[in-house]
């Protein structure tokens, strides 16, 4: 057993980016947002919703 993935026939993900780096990348009314929201959001889908408004 590597990395504790047990035996099973799933491939591992690898992210595109840094998820903590792309968060500090957001304009700080951006970050401050999905910081006090009741449901969790991504950087990119907070970031999408932000470029639509």
Do not use: E, F, H, I
């Amino acid at each position: 057993m590597s990395r504790n993935l047990g035996s099973t026939s799933l491939g591992r993900k690898s992210r595109a980016a840094d998820p903590m780096r792309s968060y500090d990348a957001l304009p700080a009314p951006l970050r401050n947002w999905p910081a006090q929201a009741s449901l969790p959001w991504s950087p990119a889908s907070a970031r999408r919703v932000w470029n639509r408004a």
